[in-house]
């Protein structure tokens, strides 16, 4: 049989049921008037330390990616090995440079929030309400990119997934995709930048309006909102080196925000992000998507 067949099936299930709470969402906060309040609490970090939680982060992962680079030269390992190792690296590095801040930085220690079963059922439902927006927004994207003659650029491990001869690389890669790049994504974009601009720049806003004399402020209670949102979900579409994928890429960050928002919960997100790169590589083994 096409392994297509059960594919499209599925993605339709996805897409429906995903449709089917985005409308009761809309629904219930159109018609029912119903603003559920933000879980997420205020992250009262200073500037300097978020500097610093930024700076381990990315310095640890580099760090991490350059050491063991040198350390596989020697084994001639062949060429997506090697970019499967390096990046499980750079996640790695940077999952123990958010570790180490947290040891550093005792005062702005993270408590983990929710139940095991509240994490999953609130990362299923963020994924499946993601899946249909994210989908609409790329075929919309690819259109604009056919029309203006820009090619399409399959990335770097999509290739790797499907021309791999190592079945050990490919299911290492998969287990990447699916368990460590999630983490480590949320924690940098989620948890770290997004509650950071979510915190400070409203404060900035009320800050720059008590200011103000007469004058508007070029930086308002909305406009402070739609940056802390959209910054840190840009920069997370940025990071995967792609225009092809970039819209696409900046709205499921910001879906991925809100749910973290509402929620409190990092595990919502990461769990949603483990799902839709599990449903990402199930699409492409069977030939729907790059």
């Known amino acids: 049989m096409d392994p297509s067949r059960p594919a499209i099936v599925g993605e ?5 049921a ?4 985005l409308c009761g969402l809309v629904h219930g906060r159109v018609v029912g008037k119903r603003r559920p309040a933000a879980a997420l609490a205020d992250w009262d970090l200073p500037a300097l330390d978020f500097l610093l939680f930024l700076g381990l982060a990315l310095t640890a992962g580099f760090a991490a990616q350059v050491l063991l680079g040198f350390a596989i030269r020697r084994f ?3 060429p997506d090995t090697r970019l499967v190792c ?6 790695g590095g940077v999952l123990a440079g958010a570790a180490l801040f947290q040891v550093i930085v005792r005062r702005w220690r993270t408590a ?5 079963g509240g994490v999953l059922a609130g990362g299923a439902a963020t994924f499946l309400v993601a899946v249909p927006i994210v989908n609409v927004v790329s075929a919309v ?3 604009i990119l056919n029309w203006c003659g820009v090619p399409v650029v399959r990335q770097d491990m999509v290739d790797v997934l499907l021309n791999t001869h190592s079945p050990a690389t490919r299911n290492v890669l998969i287990v990447l995709a699916v368990a460590v790049a999630p983490m480590a994504e949320e924690v940098v974009f989620r948890a770290g930048m997004f509650r950071f601009l979510r915190t400070h720049l409203p404060r900035l806003a009320a800050k720059l309006a008590a200011e103000s004399t007469g004058r508007r402020p070029w930086l308002g209670p909305r406009l402070a909102r739609a940056l ?14 792609s225009l092809s994928f970039l819209p ?3 709205v499921l960050g910001v879906v991925f925000s809100l749910a973290y928002e509402r929620t409190g919960m990092i595990g919502t997100t990461i769990v949603a992000h483990g799902l839709f790169n599990l449903n990402t590589i199930v699409l492409v083994f069977a030939g729907l998507t790059s």
């Open 18 to 21: 995903g449709v089917g709470i």
């Open 248 to 250: 696409p890429l900046l």
């Open 141 to 143: 994207w690819q259109a």
């Open 12 to 16: 339709v299930v996805l897409n429906l």
């Open 76 to 78: 001639h390992l062949d």
């Open 228 to 241: 802390a949102l959209l910054i840190p979900a840009a920069l997370f579409g940025a990071a995967h080196g």
């Open 86 to 91: 390096l990046g499980a690296a750079m996640d």
């Open 112 to 116: 983990l929030r929710g139940s095991l």
